[in-house]
């Protein structure tokens, strides 16, 4: 497995495909949480790490925040451009989208609240690389800003995870084989298409893996860019984080 699988599976349409099933009705639920648990006047700024194609950035800047998408993936990052061009002009005054990479961030005290969702971390084999992206969204971050993280429950991944699934979407046969392997889950995928040039169907392979780091590593990388937990929630109706049975590991911190 490629250390950067990342490259080639954001940038693909496959992977929309993959994830049809996490649309804006599904986006809207952590969004409304995220509303509930951060009073955060309209206008505020807010920067939507890991973005997508932008349908967390889309309900933010509907809801009156001025929102700055970044991704790495060119061809999500124009997905989301594509969908702004449909939007009011109001809405296009509030939103922008940027390709970059999230370990790379520039940004000096500049929102109000980053936003990292959908298990959108963990990318990078090398710890350091991944604490490189916890310490820009600290630097990006007012004095008092907010950070809502979305994370999966790596101690109920590991009771409950379904080592593999056959589907069939949009005339495609997706195959997913999952391991665990030390500190990491592993996704591989094939997915099975008619050619339209030959009768032999065509195969595309890809990759995901995400570090399984757990609230104690959190309060620790946090604390080491200035981030203070304040409220940890186990799923998007904001119930209590139970570290054992609970789907997701979801935080809210604030800058120090």
Known sequence: MKNDWYKKWFNTGDYLDLYK??????????????????NL??????????????????????????????DLSPFLINEAKKELKKSSEQIKDRMS??????????????????????????????????????????????????????????NSLRKNLVPF?????????????????????????????????????????????IKLYGLKDFKIFFARFGLKIIKTYGDYSGSSYKSAASDRLIILAVKQ
């Open 21 to 38: 099933h996490r649309d804006s009705t599904d986006a809207a639920k952590i969004a409304g949480l995220v509303k509930e648990k951060v």
């Open 41 to 70: 006047p309209k206008g505020s700024q807010i920067l939507d790490v890991a973005c997508g194609n932008g349908r967390h950035s889309r309900i933010f800047a509907k809801e009156g925040y001025n929102v700055l998408g970044i």
């Open 165 to 209: 699934d056959i589907s069939i979407r949009n005339h495609n046969v997706i195959l997913q084989v999952r391991t665990i392997k030390g500190n990491s889950v592993y996704k591989d995928i094939a997915i099975v298409k008619n050619s339209k040039t030959s009768r032999t169907p065509v195969v595309s392979r890809f990759n995901e893996m």
């Open 97 to 154: 989208f940027e390709i970059r990479d999230m370990r790379n961030l520039r940004y000096k005290k500049r929102f109000d609240m980053v936003i990292n969702l959908f298990s959108s971390f963990g990318y990078f084999e090398d710890d350091k690389d991944n604490l490189k992206v916890i310490k820009g969204i600290s630097t990006s971050l007012k004095k008092g800003g907010f950070f809502f993280f979305d994370y999966l429950n790596p």
